[in-house]
């Protein structure tokens, strides 16, 4: 049984329909990417999932039961906008948060100055928020939204405003709590962090889920048969061409570069016809990132609907 | 301690802890203590010199009876050969006072020329002085005996007391100056409290929506507590402030009394009343008079209803306020839905003042019962005594209101916080509330 099931979600706005019959599983102690292009409808399932607005059509499920209001107890939800008290203390604010969450003073206290020491924080605790700068905003923010060790972890646009170094102390976090436990969906732009981090991972274009499983299975399906050969000396067709087709071929400093594609052929079978005639120098596939999947499949034009 | 208690807590502390609230804590009561002291010290300050009048009698008979004083020195001049305005008596005199006849048989034969306009003060001095003289002087040549004596009995101050009966028929002294300065007070207090605390709501529910706390919120609390929080947490900061305002008020006024006068000020407004009073024995009825009338309301009742139309008119207004922070992306865009809101607030402080000079009549009446303007009227009625049967409606209609207008606005308030980018129309907000969920 997955740990939260959506089930056909519809939801209709006054002149758009920004989700239709969306579906997904995610199983627990994953974390699970939720991609798409601007508009796509990425925010307002997440908002669904929070019960921030409720959905026209279709159901949610967490571990097999129908989500309820106290559920929002278990999710941490970390909004795309993000937002605090400005002239209110940095420690103030996210002891006040996490009081609001359930916890207790003694308790959210001591959890904060073990994340704050963590993320090397220590020194904003009686700042006023507007002191901060946007990325420090924003690692509070991160702050407030897992301290209470909830279940369920979602983030809407996590990266955005961080520069790399922060971005991958995010990265970071995210895999150690998911390894604590905790099950994290995240939606975001920056497909790099999708294929370091996503177990599965859903595409959502025009209000559609149009592409969804498991990271490396969809690039896998995606695969092109195209392979990148670097070979010793100079290239002769004295290869069987049933193999492969040259798409490509350069030399450079005694060396050549070929770009090929198999035809009903194996990479191995590629290699061992090679290898009676050739040295090898190296023999890759190349596979397409997350990021050329997503343009492809953004870019498609809408499908006619036929009447 | 409970979510909402939280909330309240935050709202509280952040507000009674900034330094606009502190300033406008400490310098209103300043403000207060000086409008109360400095009037007082104006009027008890002597003009420092005495101004002097030349008096040209040409009766020989008029100049003794202006007795010269602190403020005015009379000195008898002989009437110049020229006009008295090219003389040199009008540059050397502040004032000269021509009396060109016998006041017995012409008392408009007097006359006074100056440069500068003579202060009424200086006319009435003079016009005082000069009519006992005449007036004794008549009296005199009636020659009966003992005139002054009889006249002096025969003048009768006729002092009005005004007496309540309560329900058993027994007599308590009233004032209704006392009545009317009570109900003025607290009516401007409600008035000033909603608006500016209504005001802070709104304010601090736009504020949340636009830094988009609220989504990070609305996971742990849901929306009516936290509408509520708010409401309650700011009423507690108003409060605060007014209870400040009203002991500081009393310590300023009474320290700067003693400061500048050797007494503390109540002391001062006793005996700034007395001096203007002739009649000492009328000083001490209309003293006598303010304490019965003092005596004659009740206050428990006054302090129970003045609480109670605070509240209750606060919570009916804030909620309202709530809502329309809510339901805008930012402040100004508040300006259209506030309008409405604002009318009603305003239309009743109005109603108000003009009821004072009729606390039952109509729209006294009316006002004081319907609920968007009760807390406002009722509280100058009730100085006067409202029937029990009114009071009950006005304060049930008020509850019911406001009971539904936070309702009203906990529903517009959940669907407004979290909606963001649309131009709301009163079409939109209507729709919200129809929302069953």
Known sequence: ?307 | MSKIGLIIQREYKTRVVKRSFIIMTFLSPLLFAAIMVIPLWLSTAKDTEAKTIAVVDRTDEYAQALPSNGSYQFEIAKEPNQDIGKSKLSSDYYAILLISGDLMKDSSAVTLYSQKQVSIDLKSYIADHLSKYVENKKLVATHIPNIRQIIKESQTPINVTTIKLDQHGNAIVTSSDVATFIAALATFLIYLFIFMYGAQVMRGVVEEKTNRIVEIIISSVNPFEMMMGKIIGIALVGLTQFLLWVLLTVIISNVAGIAMFGSSITHLQQSAQMSTMQDHNATHQVVLGLIQGLQGINFVEIIGFFLFYFMGGYLLYASLFAAIGSAVDNETDTQQFMLPVTIPIIFAFYAAFYSLQNPDGPLAFWCSIIPFTSPIVMMVRLPFDVPLWQKLLSVSLLIITFLSTTWLAAKIYRTGILMYGKKITWKEMWKWLRYSN
């Not at chain 1, 209110?88 to 003694?106: D, R």
């Open chain 1, 1 to 307: 049984m997955s740990f939260l099931e959506i089930q056909h979600v519809t939801k209709q706005y006054s002149n758009h329909l920004a989700l239709d019959s969306v579906s997904l599983s995610i199983e627990r102690n994953s974390i699970y990417g939720l991609l798409g292009p601007n508009g796509a409808g990425k925010t307002t399932l997440i908002r669904i999932i929070n019960q921030i607005t409720a959905p026209d059509e279709g159901a949610i499920f967490l571990e097999g039961k129908p989500l309820r209001s106290n559920d929002i107890r278990r999710i941490g939800y970390l909004p795309e906008e993000r937002g605090l008290y400005k002239k209110m203390k940095v420690g103030e604010q996210v002891l006040y948060l996490a009081q609001l969450k359930g916890l207790s003073k003694a308790e959210a206290t001591q959890r904060l100055k073990k994340w704050f020491d963590r993320l090397d924080m220590q020194s904003w605790w009686d700042k006023k928020v507007e002191e901060l700068s946007k990325g420090m905003q924003q690692k509070v923010q991160f702050i407030i939204t897992v301290m209470h060790e909830p279940e369920l972890l979602i983030f809407d646009e996590p990266f955005s405003g961080f520069d790399p170094v922060n971005a991958d102390i995010m990265k970071r976090e995210m895999v150690r709590l998911r390894d604590a436990g905790a099950t994290i969906i995240f939606s975001t732009h920056n497909m790099e962090s999708v294929e370091e981090l996503c177990d599965t991972i859903t595409l959502i274009n025009r209000s559609k889920v149009v592409l969804q499983g498991n990271v490396n299975q969809i690039r896998q399906q995606f695969r092109t048969h195209i392979y990148r050969i670097v070979l010793e000396g100079t290239f002769e067709n004295i290869v069987p061409a049933e193999y492969f087709r040259i798409l490509d071929q350069t030399i450079i400093n005694q060396h050549t570069s070929l770009r090929i594609e198999t035809i009903n052929s194996t990479a191995n079978e590629v290699i061992a016809s090679l290898l009676p005639h050739y040295t090898l120098l190296s023999f890759e596939e190349e596979i397409p990132s997350m990021n050329d999947i997503f343009i492809n499949i953004v870019k498609e034009p809408i499908p006619v609907i036929e009447s």
